[in-house]
């Protein structure tokens, strides 16, 4: 958010309420009035990727946009790194006595949500996840077992270990996968990359040993979850989000047809369509 592309976003600089924050495990920046709105990025990306979804929704609500440590130019901190975060978004909630809460998070950011759902005492109105699960973890494992992710493995220590420019070509290869917008591939790769190593490492083996399937069986409000459908096809993503959230009492899955993982650039239109009908 710190380069405002928009006339709507630069009045708002001058003349709206514009609010900086610093904290320890993530940075805040505040846009427009209302209900309050905390935007949650995913693993690896800056606050900005909600960019252009705030341009609209500050108009109606207040926006606080989230970059959490070691992402963007926040600096990073100590592990446990997801559980701080978590923690101290609380205490944010908490010290700015914001009632009335939609959460909306993008992968990590929407797991970050789904475990917010699961506090007591957070006046929350919806929650509403952007291709997220409840655990990233049993995605990506036969047999997963949480106990079993830990910090000191032979992957991480390759990861820590790996050069600058074969880190960039993994990151590269990644993005390809994660967007069908090959004018959002460089960005989301440069993302990547300059996160804080130990950030990525650590902090996504704290994503993958979260594991919310049981817990969100507490969550109370409603959830709505926007899925993409690419590039695993739609009947391979309804049985997923089926199976990860069946101990959900009250959500609502919709899917984005011809969207990779960040539907906020494959299909933007459809995604500010499908959370403007959850706030109204």
């Given at each position: 958010?710190?380069?405002?592309?928009?006339?709507?976003?630069?009045?708002?600089?001058?003349?709206?309420?514009?609010?900086?924050?610093?904290?320890?495990?993530?940075?805040?920046?505040?846009?427009?009035?209302?209900?309050?709105?905390?935007?949650?990025?995913?693993?690896?990306?800056?606050?900005?990727?909600?960019?252009?979804?705030?341009?609209?929704?500050?108009?109606?609500?207040?926006?606080?946009?989230?970059?959490?440590?070691?992402?963007?130019?926040?600096?990073?901190?100590?592990?446990?790194?997801?559980?701080?975060?978590?923690?101290?978004?609380?205490?944010?909630?908490?010290?700015?006595?914001?009632?009335?809460?939609?959460?909306?998070?993008?992968?990590?950011?929407?797991?970050?949500?789904?475990w917010l759902g699961t506090e007591i005492g957070l006046d929350l109105k919806n929650i509403i996840t952007v291709d997220a699960l409840p655990s990233t973890g049993a995605l990506m494992?036969?047999?997963?077992?949480?106990?079993?992710?830990?910090?000191?493995?032979?992957?991480?220590?390759?990861?820590?270990?790996?050069?600058?420019?074969?880190?960039?070509?993994?990151?590269?290869?990644?993005?390809?996968?994660?967007?069908?917008?090959?004018?959002?591939k460089e960005i989301i790769k440069d993302w990547l990359v300059h996160t804080d190593r130990e950030t990525y490492v650590y902090g996504y083996t704290d994503l993958l040993k979260l594991?919310?399937?049981?817990?969100?069986?507490?969550?109370?409000?409603?959830?709505?979850?926007?899925?993409?459908?690419?590039?695993?096809?739609?009947?391979?993503?309804?049985?997923?989000?089926?199976?990860?959230?069946?101990?959900?009492?009250?959500?609502?899955?919709?899917?984005?047809?011809?969207?990779?993982?960040?539907?906020?650039?494959?299909?933007?239109?459809?995604?500010?369509?499908?959370?403007?009908?959850?706030?109204?």
């Open positions: 958010m710190r380069h405002l592309k928009t006339p709507f976003l630069i009045l708002t600089f001058f003349m709206s309420a514009f609010v900086y924050a610093q904290h320890q495990s993530f940075q805040v920046e505040v846009y427009g009035k209302g209900d309050p709105i905390l935007l949650f990025p995913g693993f690896g990306c800056p606050g900005t990727v909600w960019e252009d979804a705030v341009t609209e929704l500050s108009k109606t609500n207040e926006c606080h946009v989230f970059t959490f440590a070691g992402f963007g130019n926040v600096p990073p901190i100590e592990k446990p790194w997801l559980p701080k975060i978590k923690e101290e978004i609380i205490t944010y909630i908490s010290d700015n006595n914001l009632e009335q809460i939609t959460l909306i998070g993008h992968s990590l950011g929407g797991a970050l949500s789904l494992m036969p047999n997963f077992n949480s106990e079993m992710i830990v910090y000191d493995n032979p992957y991480n220590k390759q990861l820590l270990e790996l050069s600058d420019e074969n880190f960039e070509a993994m990151a590269s290869q990644m993005a390809s996968g994660m967007v069908l917008n090959d004018e959002k594991d919310l399937r049981t817990d969100i069986s507490r969550i109370t409000v409603p959830v709505t979850i926007l899925a993409a459908t690419k590039p695993y096809g739609l009947e391979t993503v309804k049985k997923t989000n089926a199976d990860q959230y069946k101990n959900l009492k009250n959500y609502e899955i919709k899917f984005a047809e011809e969207s990779a993982h960040f539907i906020m650039f494959d299909q933007p239109k459809w995604l500010l369509e499908a959370i403007k009908m959850e706030l109204n």
